[in-house]
């Protein structure tokens, strides 16, 4: 009896060697951790899963359908990042049901591919007078927020519950993830359970996302993790983009400068609008991109910069009137020197058909118009008319008619007419008529030389003003 009893611990010792096996694109390694047990208590082994996929993984853990009946197991999964290794506690419980000595259960990994690899781990449930001592059995959960703002302390709770009869000293207690990693050293009194609070500054710029916090108890004596969890928890986004608005003038040119800083940690799109009509818009420019929109009924340009974490951008938007100014002072001088310099005696011209037969035109009435358009009188009005050398003045006159004061026949410049008129006052407009006759039949347009006064202007010197060529068209 004593033989067969020897012979199944030898035989479990056997079973509880390490085991590792790979297959297919993961590699999984078992360690035997506390394989002998009493009722009530779990089995544990430190389960080790590598996965060379290049995607995240889940695999499941579970006990064949005949095993599944009598025993409970935890966790049922895992998820493995891709090229990365993850180490857990495997527990097995046996229920009421099952009876005391050696086990012999089918372990069973698989990935979400329904590829699987399979074990057979030993457990020894003992009973009355079996007891040979205890392996370290701690049971260890994490209390944590799931949704952390970055902004906010980060508090973690870790509880170790030790199932043993015995003093488990030459702990260490590490909590990490990939924003932390703390260590510390443990001891937990027999059947005690013992609880550690760590308190984490995040940075503030900490990407959104679900991150994973381990907790893993190292046992100094065997030099292996007795206990490992995990749980995520998500890093939630935040932004505060708050726009500082500064104006610069400097002669009819504003220069506005829209600082804004993304005091967050995910990249964001900021729109800016500004109210701008069609008329403003004529003396706006920027360097920066930007788009037209109707916000309200009203006409904006709005700018839509992405802008990352931490990042600071100046959008600059420019309202040059200066162009306008310049041409309203050009147009105010232009006037200024127009009124200055014009004359104040304007003389027009003007030719009426009086006379046409079968072979054309042959005779004309001339109309002289001559008005003072400035405000004070002017003297030594004089109007000169030249006639076109096809033309001869006719010396009637009718009503309405005014006679020259003096008709000058010259070889160069042909029949001038002279009129002194003296004096204009204010606003005065005087008319002179007189007739033209034709020497050739004109058959199409006859156009007329200028007629000419002279003045004396506000510095009593001589000055004068022309009219434009009138034309007469049939």
Known sequence: MKLITRLTIVLAILLFLPASVEAND???????????????ESAQFNVTITNYAETSKTFTNSLSPADATGWIITPNSVSVPPDESRSFLLSLRPRSTVSTGTHLLSYRVRDS??????????????????????????????????????????????????????????????????????????????????????????????????????????????????????????????????????????????????????????????????????????????????????????????????????????????????????????????????????????????????????????????????????????NGVKVIDYLSRITEYEDKHGKNMVKPDKVVKTTRKGTVLHWNLDSLESTEERILTYKLKSTLRIIGNLTLPRAKVSYLNSKGKDSSTTSFEPTFKQ
């Open 26 to 40: 993961f590699f999984v390694e078992i360690d035997s951790i506390y394989p002998r047990i009493q009722q009530g």
């Open 113 to 378: 591919r329904d590829n699987s690899l399979e074990f057979n781990l030993a457990v020894s449930l003992l009973g009355e007078g079996d007891i040979i001592g205890y392996l370290p059995n701690v049971q260890t959960s994490i209390d944590v927020n799931t949704r952390q703002d970055p902004r906010d302390e980060l508090v973690v709770e870790v509880e170790m519950r030790n199932r043993n009869r015995r003093d488990l000293t030459g702990l260490n207690l590490t909590i990490a993830s990939e924003m932390f990693h703390q260590e510390i050293p443990l001891r937990i009194p027999p059947l005690e359970t013992v609880t550690r609070e760590f308190r984490f500054e995040i940075d503030d710029m900490q990407r959104p996302g679900v991150y994973e916090i381990r907790a893993e108890l190292f046992y100094n004596l065997t030099n292996s993790i007795i206990s490992s969890t995990n749980t995520p928890v998500e890093i939630i986004r935040y932004s505060n983009i708050e726009p500082i608005f500064e104006s610069e003038t400097s002669w009819f040119k504003t220069k506005k400068q829209i600082t804004l800083k993304n005091k967050g940690n995910y990249e964001r799109v900021q729109e800016i609008a500004i109210r701008a009509p069609l008329h403003q818009r004529i003396f706006m420019s920027t360097p920066e991109e930007y788009e037209i929109v109707e916000i309200e009924g009203r006409s904006n340009i709005q700018f839509s910069p992405s802008i990352a974490p931490g990042e600071e951008i100046t959008l600059v938007l420019y309202r040059d009137y200066r162009p306008l100014v310049i041409l309203i002072i050009i147009a105010v001088t232009g006037t200024i020197i127009y009124f200055l310099i014009r004359s104040p005696i304007i003389i027009r011209k003007q030719v009426y058909l009086l006379n046409k037969d079968s072979e054309g035109v042959t005779e004309f009435k001339v109309r002289l118009y001559v008005r003072n358009r400035s405000s004070s009188t002017v």
